[in-house]
């Protein structure tokens, strides 16, 4: 539109001002400041009128003489004393009208009286009058226009602006969400100003530096400005060179000085803005760091806290920090500063949207705690090697797995490579200790309380739960303990809980030599020693002595092999309905994911969840509704594709027949060694770095603890499991250590950590998994006063407030027990993660988010933040001061 011409908004407020003084009004003249792009006609009311620009007396005149149904606009840019007599008097009202804002725009929202504050403020009432909506503006209550509502209507109807007094993050999000600035810069320069003066003074002085940049000319820059402002105005910022950089950031802010306390409230409500809009993220970011290279501060980036670069100099740093560990053995003031640059890449919000490479610098801390932890006397007993790897060499291999890929950046991946080298170089001192132990262990496959034989996994667990409830028996073939691990955690967060027998999980099994699945899967299903293809399988599933004993009221054990799983993409009917009907007391599903994924190109590394393994959610779906108990299992596991050789050829990737033995591999003979050939001894490998046939993904066949120690593990949904009791998180503590910057030097905990007790009508009357060695049972004190010594729990529990909160809380009050278990367990450091808490007071995880609520409503007096689950959900924090402060006790 040309500027100064009336709008077509502007023309119809006025004609049907007219209209309602004289409705027959046929010339209507109007003055407009110049001539505008207007349509040739225009409706009012029920009415249309021609629209036609006179821009002298005469033209008028020749106007008025035309003959025409239609009313029409006279629009010209002449006074009135310009026209003569004869034209005013053929005019309505005989006048030229000129735009009487504020009355029109009184008469629009029905309002009798206007704010006095609106006084001065013409540009107002034209842009209102401008934007007024096709259904009208809502009549003001007790026909009073005031300013709030003024402004409010003008924020919203021109700028797209919500509210009446928006704050600063509302004002960001309107510059990237509903383009603000472009809205704002079309606007007449009295209205741009009036504008900005009003938001000066309702967005304090950060909105200030805002409005500023808006008026300079870079609204649309304002978020990736704040994020600036952060780097810019850090720390120290007048000691550096930012300071200059400061000086060349003021012509983008419009200002010849930016206040830091406000530069830094900009940057907090951008960096607000830039976590709430994802989708603008990229262009903001990009913005951002551009800006930093222009006024010469992108040397200081990383003190950015969203910058995409900031994240990848953390992690440099991150990763600098880790050599000199490596060099000095894991412990020490290097380690300190590897946890503290570790810290500062986790709380960088790339952290999140990059996760991956977070989740390697995580595993990569925890490969090095676990160097510092580890003795370097290690075990001979083959039991022992192997519970060891359970609890702690299994979390290690999850850990190098997730190092494979190295990182985008090439010395955070050399950093990955060399502790990658280092980790493997212990690993392999391991597995030939592994492998020496199970030469003599398999011989003789003496029982043991933690690892059972494959071949004895029906008996010792299957068929002993299926005796108390319907079972499934979920065999994950080629499934390694780091896959297990993974999938664990995301049962656990579905509420499928691990089960134990007197307070002993069931760890592990131990596969056939050599690990191969003709022999190992077979054995296993079969519950014997022997070799076959799934016929084999099958039949020696459903004939099986035990299982047909259980099931000898019912339908036969069945068993589901790979082809039979899918029917369309789709967990089949078939499988669906066995699973659902608790008659069919054990069903048994035999899962190929890991397996085939071995078979594939090395260059792919999966991550092993429920929603990436295809079926497997509607499985323990319909095992949770039918109350099926889960005994998930393995044949054998697997070792990765990581640098490995071929020596020679053999009839496996990983065993060949008895030869002459070569360095990297051992001989094995005895009751569980059986080849698929029938061979009653082999060579296979004990290091990881060996195999005979071609490179891919996978190898399994050997006799590392990877590839022999299977997971075996019971699962329940319900809230209470017959025959087993819920085992609390098995995590090693270094694995959920506090980074060593974060912990708080408290005093040594004093009160006893509480055990569950075992249940003893259910000890004697139910028989035992592990009959053989039947497990101590010492005798716990399970709750009472605190003893005298018992410290600063102990002076909590008898203060006068603690008993007024037990009141308060009444029956929902937990109990002396649990508190003193939580306390003790967090007082050490202040923070533990959820799995870390649970482990230590010997809870299974999902009870600890009730037990938590209970203790807090305990302890938190008048709310106060003494006991806290962080943002995330994964931490838990005690602040013991403000604990003793609220209690009036003394720690």
């Not at 009311?45 to 033209?59: D, K, N, V, Y």
């Not at 209507?153 to 509302?170: F, K, M, Q, W």
């Not at 450091?829 to 209970?854: E, K, V």
């Not at 006991?867 to 609220?886: M, P, S």
């Amino acid at each position: 539109m040309t500027v100064g011409a009336l709008s077509p908004q502007r023309i119809v407020g006025q004609v049907d001002w007219v209209l309602k003084k004289r409705r027959d009004a046929r010339f209507i003249a109007i003055r407009s400041p110049s001539r505008g792009a207007w349509p040739p006609h225009l409706d009012c009311g029920e009415r249309r009128f021609q629209i036609r620009w006179c821009s002298s007396p005469l033209e008028m005149r020749e106007v008025l003489s035309e003959t025409t149904e239609d009313g029409v606009v006279i629009l010209t840019d002449l006074q009135e004393t310009d026209l003569g007599g004869d034209v005013l008097a053929r005019l309505c009202l005989e006048r030229l009208f000129s735009i009487e804002s504020w009355r029109m725009l009184g008469d629009a929202f029905q309002a009798r009286k206007l704010d006095p504050r609106l006084r001065g403020c013409d540009w107002m009432a034209d842009l209102l009058l401008e934007y007024r909506p096709p259904e009208g503006y809502a009549p003001v209550p007790g026909g009073i226009l005031d300013a709030d509502t003024a402004w409010r209507t003008l924020l919203s109807s021109v700028l797209g602006i919500a509210e009446a007094r928006p704050d600063i993050e509302t004002l960001l999000h309107w510059t990237v969400v509903d383009d603000g600035p472009y809205r704002f810069v079309r606007l007449p320069d009295a209205a741009q100003k009036g504008i900005a003066g009003y938001l000066r003074g309702v967005c304090g002085a950060a909105g200030e530096l805002i409005i500023d940049t808006l008026l300079a000319g870079n609204g649309g820059e304002a978020v990736a400005l704040g994020l600036v402002c952060e780097v810019v105005f850090s720390d120290g910022w007048t000691n550096s060179d930012l300071l200059s950089a400061a000086v060349r950031l003021e012509p983008l802010v419009g200002r010849s000085q930016i206040p830091a306390p406000a530069a830094r409230l900009w940057a907090q409500a951008a960096i607000r803005v830039a976590r709430k809009q994802p989708q603008f993220s990229r262009v903001i970011f990009q913005q951002a760091e551009d800006v930093l290279r222009g006024i010469h501060a992108f040397d200081h980036v990383v003190h950015s806290s969203m910058l995409p670069a900031a994240f990848d100099v953390r992690l440099s740093e991150a990763a600098a920090a880790i050599g000199p560990v490596l060099t000095g053995g894991g412990s020490g003031e290097a380690m300190v500063r590897a946890e503290q640059a570790a810290f500062r890449v986790f709380e960088h919000h790339q952290a999140a949207l990059q996760p991956l490479r977070g989740e390697r610098l995580r595993m990569a801390l925890r490969l090095l705690r676990w160097v510092a932890a580890t003795n370097a006397s290690e075990a001979s007993n083959f039991e022992d090697i192997a519970l060891a790897y359970v609890a702690e060499g299994s979390f290690v291999d999850w850990a190098r797995t997730a190092l494979l890929g190295g990182d985008d950046l090439a010395p955070v991946s050399a950093v990955y490579v060399r502790l990658a080298q280092e980790i493997r170089a212990r690993r392999e001192r391991q597995n030939q200790a592994f492998a020496s132990a199970l030469v003599q262990w398999n011989r003789q496959a003496s029982p043991v309380r933690s690892l059972t034989p494959v071949e004895a996994i029906l008996d010792r667990v299957v068929v002993s739960a299926a005796s108390s409830a319907p079972v499934l028996l979920l065999l994950l073939d080629g499934m390694s303990f780091p896959v297990f691990r993974q999938l664990a955690g995301d049962l656990a967060d579905e509420g499928w809980n691990e089960l134990a027998v007197d307070g002993a999980p069931l760890h592990a099994a131990v596969s056939i030599i050599p690990t191969v699945t003709e022999v190992a899967r077979a054995s296993l299903l079969c519950g014997r020693i022997c070799q076959g293809a799934a016929n084999v399988e099958k039949s020696g599933f459903a004939n099986h002595p035990g299982l047909m004993r259980i099931t000898k009221s019912g339908p036969a054990p069945i068993l589901f092999h790979k082809g039979e799983l899918s029917n369309g993409g789709a967990l089949a009917d078939v499988v669906r309905a066995a699973l659902a009907d608790a008659r069919h007391r054990v069903v048994a599903i035999v899962y190929n994911a890991v397996d085939d994924h071995l078979s594939g190109a090395d260059q792919a590394r999966p991550r092993w969840s429920l929603d990436d393994m295809q079926l497997l959610r509607p499985i323990f779906h319909e095992a949770r509704n039918a109350g099926r108990m889960v005994v998930m299992t393995a044949d054998h596991g697997h070792v990765l594709e990581d640098g490995s050789r071929q020596a020679g050829k053999g009839t496996g990737d990983r065993w060949r027949p008895m030869d002459v033995t070569a360095d990297g591999e051992m001989a094995f003979a005895g009751a569980r060694v059986l080849s698929p050939d029938g061979a009653k001894e082999v060579l296979v490998p004990w290091s990881e770095l060996l195999r005979y046939g071609a490179k891919k993904a996978g190898y399994h066949g050997g006799a590392t603890p990877q590839e022999v120690l299977v997971p075996l593990a019971v699962f329940s949904a319900a809230n209470d499991a017959p025959l087993w009791e819920f085992s609390p998180p098995a995590t090693p503590e270094w694995w959920n250590s506090v980074p060593l910057s974060m912990e708080v030097p408290t005093p040594k905990p004093t009160a006893e950590i509480r055990r569950r007790p075992k249940k003893g009508p259910l000890a004697a009357s139910q028989p035992t998994l592990f009959s053989e060695q039947p497990p101590p049972n010492p005798t716990l004190p399970e709750s009472g006063s605190p003893s005298p010594d018992a410290g600063w729990i102990g002076r909590l529990m008898t203060c006068e407030i603690y008993e007024a909160q037990c009141k308060l809380a009444g029956k929902g009050a937990a109990r002396n027990e649990d508190v003193r278990a939580v306390l003790a367990a967090l007082e050490a450091r202040g923070r533990l993660p959820r799995t870390a808490l649970a482990r230590q007071i010997g809870i299974p995880l999902f009870r600890l988010n009730g037990l938590l609520s209970n203790v807090r409503r305990l302890i938190n007096v008048d709310q106060s933040p003494i006991l806290v689950v962080d943002d995330t959900g994964d931490w838990v924090e005690l602040d013991v001061r403000q604990l003793a402060a609220q209690f009036e006790i003394k720690v």
